[in-house]
């Protein structure tokens, strides 16, 4: 496909988005819901090396670490990574870690992560990171309506040495069959709607970033050209 077919791929994808968000305020809430799940993407899980928690704010209850903890204890994961970040002056990795305690997993089995950039920038050095420990097989849990993101970021081309599996967390937070009639979650629809638009025309235009063989893909140097952040107030 020529470059400019490619962008033109990207543009279609966002204004049918664009189509379906609009004609979907005003339908039926059968097909409201229908919208919501397009947000969602599921893989069946098998055994890993590791379980990654990226980083979201607006988890206030650690409800993502909580069901790495389970997936843990299900025998889906040697060790558990989270995506660092600071909270109350402090790591984030030091509350983790106390409620993993609390659940019985021992120190040194939850570690950070360290990260920076945004987009396919960032996935592209986490991706790097987790290959380079020799890590076969990665699960990323993900809130639900985050999930296709993160399959976009992550989702594996056949070339990479690590295998990635999206296992999408239901928070409490994130209203997935009622989504329309809940401002906080119409919010975060509405901040994917605005990450994943822009990250779908870019894929198009640079092509997914090698998984971290070495040298880097065009992706490596990807960088967001919108974001939107967007605030949940319980």
């Given at each position: 496909m020529k470059q400019d077919g490619k962008v033109g791929c990207g543009c279609l994808i966002f204004v049918l988005i664009c189509v379906l968000i609009g004609?979907?305020?005003?339908?039926?809430?059968?097909?409201?819901?229908f919208l919501g799940n397009q947000f969602r993407y599921e893989d069946k899980l098998s055994p890993s090396d590791i379980l990654f928690v990226p980083r979201f704010e607006e988890d206030k209850n650690g409800e993502a670490y909580a069901d790495a903890f389970r997936e843990f204890w299900a025998g889906n994961g040697?060790?558990?990574?989270?995506?660092?970040d600071t909270v109350l002056g402090g790591s984030i990795l030091d509350p983790v870690q106390k409620m993993a305690?609390?659940?019985?997993?021992?120190?040194?089995?939850?570690?950070?992560?360290?990260?920076?950039?945004?987009?396919?920038?960032?996935?592209?050095?986490?991706?790097?990171?987790?290959?380079?420990?020799?890590?076969?097989?990665?699960?990323?849990?993900v809130p639900e309506y985050a999930s296709?993101?993160?399959?976009?970021?992550?989702?594996?081309?056949g070339t990479g040495k690590t295998t990635y599996l999206i296992r999408p967390v239901n928070v409490s937070y994130f209203k997935k069959d009622g989504w329309w009639k809940n401002g906080p979650s119409r919010l975060l629809l509405l901040n994917e709607l605005f990450i994943l638009a822009p990250?779908?025309?870019?894929?198009?235009?640079?092509?997914?970033?090698?998984?971290?063989?070495?040298?880097?893909?065009?992706?490596?140097?990807?960088?967001?050209?919108?974001?939107?952040v967007c605030t949940v107030q319980k």
């Amino acid at each position: 496909m020529k470059q400019d077919g490619k962008v033109g791929c990207g543009c279609l994808i966002f204004v049918l988005i664009c189509v379906l968000i609009g004609a979907g305020l005003s339908a039926h809430p059968i097909s409201l819901k229908f919208l919501g799940n397009q947000f969602r993407y599921e893989d069946k899980l098998s055994p890993s090396d590791i379980l990654f928690v990226p980083r979201f704010e607006e988890d206030k209850n650690g409800e993502a670490y909580a069901d790495a903890f389970r997936e843990f204890w299900a025998g889906n994961g040697r060790f558990i990574y989270v995506e660092n970040d600071t909270v109350l002056g402090g790591s984030i990795l030091d509350p983790v870690q106390k409620m993993a305690k609390a659940r019985g997993i021992k120190e040194g089995l939850v570690r950070k992560m360290e990260t920076d950039g945004e987009g396919l920038k960032k996935a592209y050095k986490i991706r790097k990171q987790f290959t380079a420990m020799g890590a076969k097989k990665v699960i990323i849990l993900v809130p639900e309506y985050a999930s296709r993101r993160y399959h976009m970021l992550y989702g594996n081309s056949g070339t990479g040495k690590t295998t990635y599996l999206i296992r999408p967390v239901n928070v409490s937070y994130f209203k997935k069959d009622g989504w329309w009639k809940n401002g906080p979650s119409r919010l975060l629809l509405l901040n994917e709607l605005f990450i994943l638009a822009p990250l779908s025309v870019e894929k198009f235009q640079h092509g997914s970033e090698k998984d971290a063989t070495g040298a880097e893909g065009e992706g490596a140097n990807w960088t967001p050209r919108r974001n939107i952040v967007c605030t949940v107030q319980k």
